[in-house]
């Protein structure tokens, strides 16, 4: 693109971009309101190639000028202002917008409010669905918290690409690498159900072998949300869903489970890198439980142990 080109009628044309027709209608909405607002900031005169790192941290200035204190939502829209500026010019400008130490504290007490605890993830495995769909809808959910898949993944497994012999589902549908994730015994006699339920033959028809065990996403979505809502463990747009069950798992497994870092990357299809910086959130009950062992408090009083560590 020609770096001469006014802001406006560049943001007109990223519009028309294939990028942007890819998107979904939720994501163009979120874009739209991020790069109008970047339109009434800059001058109408304004080339792409004049923006630089000061006339971003004036933008986002401006933000908090207009009344928007969440850091997060700043953020996101200059990522948004910063992806546009590489389609249009082919370069990064190097700036990015400083969370207060108040804004910090507040959201890292909102992300320990989101996770599940060991007591939470009790409740939810327990929970008894009502309706004509229970065994298919406690499958689903025993699936989240077994295997750490993706709500994409898990809405689209098809009934070919379960083996009950090895009590492995393979995840073919992924937005990282297609890959195998395991089941316990319990789910497997959900499996077993669930296809009595459907009167399915498996080992004869290629029909049902090609059927998806579950609805599409959104009413995966809807699913889990209303039991949380039930089980008093969801309170509005609080972030809790299916994704969450992804962050406990990864979570449990390396902090009770003892499992190496880079298999659970595998066994998630992530980087381990992103699971140590996003997924990893130990509750007190676990880290009480690690710090036990360590200490050794389950084999000495805690007073003794220490003096006879200070006489040696």
Same mark, same amino acid.
């Given at each position: ?82 992806? @546009?500026?590489? @389609? ?6 190097? %700036? ?30 327990? %929970? ?6 229970? /065994? ?17 993944? /898990?809405?689209?497994?098809? @009934? ?45 028809? /290629? ?40 962050? %406990?798992?990864?979570?449990?497994? %390396? ?41 050794? @408090? ?15």
């Amino acid at each position: 693109m020609d770096k001469t080109t006014h802001v406006i009628e560049s943001i007109a044309l990223y519009f028309r971009s294939k990028r942007m027709l890819a998107l979904t209608d939720a994501t163009k909405d979120l874009y739209g309101y991020a790069l109008q607002s970047f339109e009434q900031f800059a001058d109408k005169q304004v080339m792409v190639e004049q923006i630089n790192h000061a006339m971003l941290e004036k933008y986002c200035d401006s933000l908090e000028e207009e009344g928007i204190k969440s850091a997060s939502t700043i953020k996101q829209y200059l990522a948004i202002i910063k992806s @546009w500026l590489r @389609w249009a010019t082919g370069y990064t400008i190097d %700036y990015s917008y400083r969370e207060t130490s108040e804004e910090k504290k507040k959201k890292q007490q909102k992300y320990i409010d989101r996770w599940f605890d060991e007591a939470e993830v009790d409740m939810i495995l327990e %929970y008894e669905f009502k309706n004509g769909t229970a /065994i298919r809808n406690a499958l689903f959910v025993r699936l989240l918290f077994e295997t750490g898949a993706r709500v994409q993944e /898990i809405a689209n497994i098809a @009934w070919k690409s379960v083996d009950m012999t090895e009590r492995t589902v393979f995840l073919r549908t992924s937005k990282t690498l297609p890959r195998p994730a395991f089941f316990s015994k319990g789910t497997s006699a959900l499996f077993n159900q669930y296809r009595s339920e459907l009167n399915l033959d498996l080992e004869n028809s /290629i029909e049902d072998r090609d059927k998806n065990l579950f609805p599409e996403v959104a009413q995966c979505k809807k699913i889990f949300s209303k039991m949380l809502v039930d089980l008093g463990l969801k309170d509005g747009a609080d972030g809790r869903g299916p994704h969450t069950a992804r962050h %406990y798992v990864a979570t449990y497994l %390396y902090y009770v489970g003892g499992m190496k870092g880079d298999d659970i990357a595998t066994l998630l299809g992530d980087t381990w890198d992103t699971i140590k910086s996003i997924y990893l959130h130990p509750s007190p009950a676990i880290l009480r439980k690690r710090v036990d062992k360590a200490m050794e @408090w389950g084999m000495h009083d805690p007073k003794n142990f220490m003096d006879d560590c200070l006489m040696k």
